[in-house]
């Protein structure tokens, strides 16, 4: 059974990272080179987990699907990534950013790592800049910030409306610097398959080449997964289409915890789905909602009308109606909850009927059209390129999707799965944002556990572990892990049934987005736990998947990622049905006040839910990490 | 709406590939290229018939994964996008389509219409970089950049690694790329101490990797997803030129080995 320990460390909350760092155990120098280490993934934590590894002298191997490290979904972030510089003189500081952080998570994570993270924020954005990351500036010459919702300070950085490239491209470069310098040794097109796990630690993993499709397996002294989120399992999502839980699951079914599966954040600004073809949805910044104003006729029969011709009068602006003070930049759970709302009141607009205006016209009085396009002109062009509309004339349309999974694999304090040896970061692992994220802190994140904190915990780790006794790729656990894989993909080619991968992504999508999407009932829930494991069941017995498993086969590699989703949905929609109180991104309609609002029960569900896999027979244990705040009273959150 | 597809078909790098043509099913004017793609493969498939493979990821044009030649232009019809980001309704219904992999030697086809584009790689790790110590730098605002030069360095910097301007070239050259990863840095005070350095080991990379010569035509700016001028390269040259003349060397030890 697993053990749950946190390891947070003692200690008064703004100096137990120092504390800890000091009391951490280091390796010298001369012995960093005798260990290896895996990275799995090249986004923002992945990359810049691996380069900083390398320059401390690990021999470190970096595995991506991808063709090139610089492709990781990280690359998509548009708006901005936050510090706390309190470069504007709003008043920001470290503790506010982490209170922040904590209030907009809605009391769902744990304290001692979010107080870190907002610590280690200042010292990104300096890294970032030494790169060579070429932020937004003043005419000063100095840097520029602009707010992001759940916050009433300007403390993002941001470079244009492509930072998360930019940071990307940062960590890329840092990572071909030390591939360049022999410390990491860069694998790509190359998919992870499988864990292994040698007398209860992580020593490798199994890989899959996806251009031969060669098996191999590589060994290490830990393994480290930056695999990203696992919000493709709604098919529909604003990841990129490659985007999955394969890593992470598999992780998981070798012992790894799974914690809070059900918290997942769904984006309010995306732009609305408009037909059955579509293969993912395309989000639109938070940052818009600076200048944008969001709204809906007040009566159903104006859905129709030109919104140009709907008078002042007869608009409502409902995020300012209902959150005064935070109005237009409310948190993204609020923010989705209200859109939902007016469209299920019939007042959504579009074609649909799903959607809600993003308006601009008053910013663009107000600063100008050639302002506001310095500010969001690529946002603009994309939107007029998916829409063919001019949202410098006519409103935006815009609709919640998904965006980003809070949950993932549980982690103690030292970013260390239950799995002594398997580290977890960025968003494949649950640790910073509880139950909502706030923007431009994902980015943040991923980079706080590169950059600076893996770097410093795993050597506590290391120090441990007896390098020259790492075991071989002839080990018994390795020869079983490569033959699971084998038999996995021998099984899926060998159904020869008459559906395809893709038939069974898009309607297991329907099924999570109806029953465990933006809001959940019992009775859903309960729906869904019957209709996963019967779509599972046919998938198993009807897939039809081409070609073979010696050649390039994107057929199966989808189908080995759906099958991961097919288990992962139902194991979301246990969590999510346990957890019987409603708090950020997981509203529980059953948990509401009379307002609407979440109805957060901090008595009984203050705490981190972590399942731990019990066979393919055996219903998963639940354990519980419970939330103790030190230093911040719990609250109910209000952003009115 | 329907269109027919030729589509380059080919097993992989030794095998010599053909087109063949594809009638699609009935498409929405508003689906993307790839979701266009998708359909034929779901039809493909459900038909016994092995589906196209194409590369593809983010599908909002930042990922540089997309590559694709579209009636004879690197990410189809349109300046300024991606073939993600190109919509069915820039074709007419009945419309034959031709559909090819991005074509040049540094990019052999791995599958259909998928190419290695891991040159591109190569050439970064040989100097496309700040080296920079996690951990040593100084703080952020102590180092003003002006606007003007921070701008200027994120045209250059949105370059998204796709290869677009290299299969636009006649010469298959990858200067667009390469100046643009150039201008970024060097334009910055943050990349001047290798920027000359830095400059000639990437230049000398390219070359290894069997990159053409560049004749200032300027196809690649035309198909470049993200307009990346071509300005970029006369600054390289520029600052390549510098180089020679100050006589700095690539470092040491960075050439990457060029796989046969």
Redesign the interface.
């Known amino acids: 059974m697993a053990t749950l320990q946190a390891h947070i460390p003692a200690g008064p909350l703004a100096q137990k990272w120092t504390r800890h760092k000091f009391e951490s155990r280091l390796v010298s120098p001369a012995n960093r080179r005798k260990y290896e280490v895996i990275v799995v993934g090249a986004g923002l934590a992945g990359a ?1 987990a691996a ?2 590894l390398g ?1 401390l002298g690990y021999r470190v191997k970096n595995f991506v699907y ?8 990280s ?2 972030a548009q708006g901005g990534i936050n510090a706390a ?1 309190n ?1 504007q003189n709003d008043n920001d500081s470290v503790y506010r950013l982490f209170y922040d952080t904590l209030k907009g998570g809605d009391f769902r994570s744990r304290e001692a790592n979010v107080y870190r993270l907002a610590e280690v924020s200042v ?1 990104i ?8 990351v ?10 520029d910030n602009r707010s992001f919702g759940g916050a009433q300070v300007s403390r993002t950085f941001y ?2 409306g ?1 930072t ?3 940071l990307l ?1 940062g960590a ?3 990572l ?2 030390e ?2 310098a022999g410390s990491v040794q ?1 694998f ?1 097109h190359s998919e992870m398959l499988d864990l292994v796990v040698v007398d209860g630690h992580a020593r490798g993993i199994i890989v899959r080449n996806l ?1 031969t499709g060669e098996i191999t397996r590589h060994n290490a002294d830990a393994v480290v997964l930056a695999t990203g989120g696992y919000g493709n399992v709604f098919n529909l999502s604003t990841y ?3 985007s999955n839980a394969t890593a992470i699951w598999r992780a998981y079914k070798r012992g790894a915890c799974f914690a809070n599966p059900c918290f997942t954040q769904i984006h309010p600004t995306c732009i609305p789905v ?2 059955d ?4 949805l ?2 639109m910044s938070e940052s818009l909602r600076n200048d944008g104003r969001i709204w809906v006729p007040k009566r159903r029969e104006d859905c129709r009308k030109d919104p140009n011709s709907i008078p002042e009068a007869d608009r409502d602006y409902y995020l300012e109606r209902m959150y005064p003070a935070y109005g237009n930049l409310a948190p993204r759970d609020i923010a989705s909850r209200a859109a939902k709302r007016v469209c299920d009141e019939g007042r959504g607009v579009g074609e649909s009927g799903l959607g809600v205006y993003l308006d601009f016209s008053d910013a663009i009085r107000r600063v100008g059209v050639d302002k506001i396009r310095e500010r969001y002109g690529n946002l603009f ?2 939107y007029k ?2 829409t ?1 509309e001019d949202a410098y004339r006519v409103p935006m349309r815009i609709y919640p999707a998904v965006h980003y999974t809070m949950g993932g694999l549980w982690v103690d304090y030292n970013l260390m799965s239950n799995l002594p040896g398997l580290f977890v970061l960025g968003e494949a692992n649950f640790s910073d944002h509880g139950a909502n994220r706030l923007g431009a802190s994902a980015l943040m994140q991923g980079l706080a556990d590169g ?2 904190i893996l ?1 410093a915990t795993i050597a506590t780790y290391l120090a441990t572990v007896n390098p020259t006794a790492r075991p071989s790729t002839d080990h018994p656990a390795f020869r079983e892990a490569e033959e699971h894989v084998r038999g996995l993909i021998r099984r899926l080619l060998s159904i020869r049934g ?1 559906r ?1 991968v ?2 069974f992504h898009k309607e297991l999508g329907k099924i999570l987005w109806e029953y465990c999407g933006m809001s959940r009932h019992e009775a859903g829930l309960k729906k869904a736990l019957q209709l996963i494991p019967a779509l599972r069941e046919e998938f198993w017995q009807n897939l ?1 998947l ?2 073979t498993d010696s ?2 086969n ?2 199966l590699e989808k189908a080995g990622r759906v099958a991961d989703f097919l288990e992962l949905a139902e194991l979301m929609c246990r969590d999510a049905l346990e957890r019987r109180e409603s708090c950020g991104g997981h509203f529980r309609e059953e948990f509401q006040y009379p307002d609407g609002e979440a109805r957060r029960d901090d008595e009984h569900f203050a705490h981190v839910a972590a399942w731990e896999y019990q066979g393919p027979d055996k219903p998963p244990v639940r354990h519980v990490e419970p939330l103790v705040y030190e230093e911040v009273k719990m609250v109910a959150r209000s952003y009115k | 709406m329907k269109v027919k597809l030729k589509v380059w078909r080919q097993k992989n790098a030794a095998t010599p590939g053909r087109f063949e043509t594809y009638d699609t099913p009935e498409l929405n004017p508003n689906m993307s290229f790839l979701e266009m793609l998708d359909v034929v493969n779901e039809d493909l498939t459900t038909r016994g018939l092995e589906p196209i493979a194409f590369d593809h990821d983010c599908r909002e044009g930042i990922c540089g994964t997309c590559s694709l030649v579209i009636n004879g232009k690197p990410h189809g019809p349109h300046r300024g996008v991606a073939t993600c980001q190109t919509y069915l309704r820039s074709f007419r219904d009945g419309d034959t389509i031709l559909v090819e992999p991005f074509r040049a030697r540094p990019f052999p086809v791995i599958k259909d219409l998928i190419v290695n584009r891991k040159a591109l790689d190569r050439i970064m790790q040989a100097g496309g970089f700040i080296s920079v110590r996690t951990g040593s730098a100084p703080e952020a605002n102590s180092l003003p950049v002006p606007k003007e030069a921070a701008d200027l360095a994120m045209d250059a910097a949105a370059c998204i690694g796709c290869g677009a301007c290299v299969a636009a070239c006649k010469n298959a050259s990858a200067m667009l790329f390469v100046a643009a990863k150039v201008s970024h840095l060097g334009l910055l005070p943050q990349g001047q101490p290798e920027r000359y350095r830095r400059v000639v080991a990437m230049v000398e990379q390219m070359d290894r990797e069997g990159f053409g010569a560049c004749t200032v035509t300027g196809s690649c700016e035309a198909v470049c997803p993200k307009s990346i001028s071509l300005d970029f390269i006369a600054r390289m040259n520029r600052d390549y030129a510098v180089a020679l003349f100050k006589g700095v060397g690539a470092r040491p030890g960075r050439a990457a080995a060029v796989p046969a």
Do not use: M, W
């Open positions: 810049s380069a900083t320059e991808h063709d090139t490290p610089r492709r990781a979904h690359i998509a510089k470069y010292n954005i300096d890294q970032c800049v030494a790169q060579g070429p932020f937004a500036r003043e005419y000063g010459g100095l840097l470079a244009r492509q998360g490239q930019q491209l890329y470069s840092a071909c610097k591939i360049a860069s790509t251009i990129a289409r490659h408009s037909g073809y579509q293969s993912k395309t989000l062009d994309i390129e998916i063919g950059y600076f770097p008459r395809t893709q038939s039809n081409p070609g050649e390039l994107q057929s």
